[in-house]
């Protein structure tokens, strides 16, 4: 038999203190924001690179309290529901608001309680309408929330019985991820190794004499400039390898278009980005003709370069190390026009340029067929995952 309880009646659900930019620090007490908690629950253990002082660690503590073993952190905004439970040996605080604090005032089992947070009995709980999630969980929400739980005893067996069964459908994920990498790796060895004879072989030249032009997309303030519908604005984060992504895309009026026209985009021209993931690649196809742009690197290819085979060049990892060793910035790796201009290219013809990119899409295809079979057999797992958690926790109330 279980019973019905409201998680307020379990635990006492609050935020941290807040914690000023001006209060955080290099080195010290780790400072945890929703992205450290959400890779807490997935490794175990994560790099960050914000502190507090020991001194205000202290009286934060002193004064508000910290999470005690047993405890649950879980983050409340943006992606919802990474939880993690706190450890004797925990030493951290976190950001109000993006983490939510769960502080045990019952005797249950804070595991069982982190099982029912990824199952679908809480999913449902925070589902808006629509079916969507909320975008944030409030202390209120959660507060309201009801969990229905057997004895401390029941809830052992089952959190005993999910491990040993999730321990192996972990194992088969990780060969299944593992494969993945494989498939990736031997693929990016094989073009790395043609890419690297043609270097060996061949003479080189700089990129800017292949190119009939490079430059850099818009640099300025963007804030006032969006508008609902108008002419598409690629970003970094719009470049992906090989295509260019729809994903959050950002539009900019025709007026302020052509104010800017520099950065305007021609088919057949090869966007690179700056920041973040320097050197990532995509070709300007037809459906991006007159789109627009900031923070990316601008190829216009000559007649002696193919659009493709640069893409190629800049995607594959020879290229990118090529890239990396040229790029500036300590702080955030950073790929210039300058920069651009110097990179070492090799004298091929067109003809066998593109008899490489056939080659290499071939390649990519098959590769890409295969990942598709291991996302499938990973997505089963984790379904077979949730299925499992949904039996275990079907129960029959007070």
Same mark, same amino acid.
């Given at each position: 038999?279980?019973?019905?309880?409201?998680?307020?009646?379990?635990?006492?659900?609050?935020?941290?203190?807040?914690?000023?930019?001006?209060?955080?620090?290099?080195?010290?007490?780790?400072f945890?924001?929703?992205?450290?908690?959400t890779?807490?629950? %997935?490794?175990? @253990?994560? *790099?960050?690179?914000?502190?507090?002082s020991?001194?205000?660690? !202290? $009286?934060?503590?002193?004064?508000? &309290?910290?999470?005690?073993?047993?405890?649950?952190?879980i983050?409340a905004?943006?992606?919802?529901?990474?939880t993690?439970?706190?450890?004797?040996?925990?030493?951290?605080?976190?950001?109000?608001?993006?983490?939510?604090?769960l502080?045990?005032? %019952?005797?249950? @089992?804070? *595991?069982?309680?982190?099982?029912?947070?990824g199952?679908?009995? !809480? $999913?449902?709980?925070?589902e808006? &309408?629509?079916?969507a999630?909320?975008?944030t969980?409030?202390?209120?929400?959660?507060k309201?929330?009801?969990?229905?739980?057997?004895?401390?005893?029941?809830?052992?067996?089952i959190?005993?019985?999910?491990?040993?069964?999730?321990?192996d459908?972990?194992?088969?994920?990780k060969?299944?991820?593992d494969?993945?990498?494989?498939?990736?790796?031997?693929?990016?060895?094989?073009?790395?190794?043609?890419?690297?004879?043609?270097?060996?072989?061949?003479?080189?030249?700089?990129?800017q004499?292949?190119?009939?032009?490079?430059?850099?997309?818009?640099?300025?303030?963007m804030?006032?400039?969006?508008?609902?519908?108008?002419?598409?604005?690629?970003?970094?984060?719009?470049?992906?390898?090989?295509?260019?992504?729809?994903?959050?895309?950002?539009?900019?009026?025709?007026?302020f278009?052509?104010?800017i026209?520099?950065?305007?985009?021609?088919?057949?021209d090869?966007?690179?980005v700056?920041?973040?993931?320097?050197g990532?690649?995509?070709?300007?196809?037809?459906?991006?003709?007159?789109?627009?742009c900031?923070?990316?690197?601008i190829?216009?290819?000559?007649?002696?370069?193919?659009?493709?085979?640069?893409?190629?060049?800049?995607?594959?990892?020879?290229?990118?190390k090529m890239v990396?060793?040229?790029?500036?910035?300590?702080a955030?790796?950073?790929?210039?026009v300058?920069?651009?201009?110097?990179v070492?290219?090799?004298?091929?013809?067109?003809?066998?340029?593109?008899?490489?990119?056939?080659?290499?899409n071939?390649?990519?295809?098959?590769v890409?067929?295969?990942?598709?079979?291991?996302?499938?057999?990973?997505?089963?797992?984790?379904?077979?995952?949730?299925?499992?958690?949904?039996?275990?926790?079907?129960?029959?109330?007070i």
């Amino acid at each position: 038999m279980w019973k019905t309880f409201k998680l307020e009646e379990i635990f006492r659900i609050c935020s941290s203190k807040r914690v000023l930019k001006s209060e955080w620090r290099e080195s010290g007490i780790p400072f945890y924001r929703g992205r450290e908690v959400t890779t807490l629950s %997935k490794y175990g @253990s994560v *790099e960050n690179d914000l502190f507090i002082s020991e001194e205000h660690f !202290f $009286k934060l503590s002193e004064k508000y &309290g910290v999470p005690a073993a047993g405890d649950i952190l879980i983050t409340a905004i943006g992606t919802i529901g990474n939880t993690y439970i706190t450890k004797e040996q925990d030493r951290f605080y976190f950001k109000d608001a993006s983490v939510l604090w769960l502080k045990k005032i %019952k005797n249950v @089992s804070s *595991e069982f309680i982190n099982y029912w947070f990824g199952s679908d009995l !809480f $999913k449902k709980q925070i589902e808006i &309408g629509n079916g969507a999630t909320v975008d944030t969980l409030s202390i209120s929400k959660l507060k309201s929330m009801e969990i229905s739980i057997p004895t401390l005893s029941e809830q052992q067996r089952i959190v005993a019985k999910l491990e040993a069964a999730f321990a192996d459908i972990d194992n088969l994920i990780k060969t299944v991820i593992d494969q993945k990498v494989a498939i990736q790796d031997t693929y990016n060895s094989k073009v790395s190794s043609i890419l690297s004879k043609l270097l060996t072989d061949r003479s080189t030249e700089k990129l800017q004499q292949l190119c009939e032009k490079i430059t850099v997309g818009y640099v300025g303030k963007m804030a006032n400039q969006y508008v609902d519908n108008g002419v598409p604005f690629l970003r970094s984060q719009s470049i992906r390898p090989y295509e260019i992504s729809e994903k959050g895309l950002l539009f900019i009026s025709e007026k302020f278009n052509k104010q800017i026209s520099k950065s305007q985009l021609r088919k057949n021209d090869v966007c690179v980005v700056r920041t973040g993931y320097p050197g990532t690649a995509a070709q300007v196809t037809e459906q991006w003709e007159g789109a627009n742009c900031s923070d990316l690197v601008i190829f216009t290819p000559g007649k002696n370069l193919s659009s493709e085979f640069l893409v190629l060049f800049f995607n594959s990892q020879f290229g990118k190390k090529m890239v990396l060793g040229k790029v500036v910035g300590a702080a955030q790796k950073h790929f210039n026009v300058t920069t651009a201009k110097q990179v070492d290219f090799p004298c091929i013809d067109i003809d066998e340029q593109n008899l490489l990119v056939k080659r290499t899409n071939a390649l990519r295809e098959n590769v890409a067929i295969l990942e598709s079979i291991f996302i499938k057999k990973q997505n089963a797992l984790i379904q077979l995952k949730s299925a499992i958690l949904s039996t275990e926790l079907q129960y029959e109330i007070i």
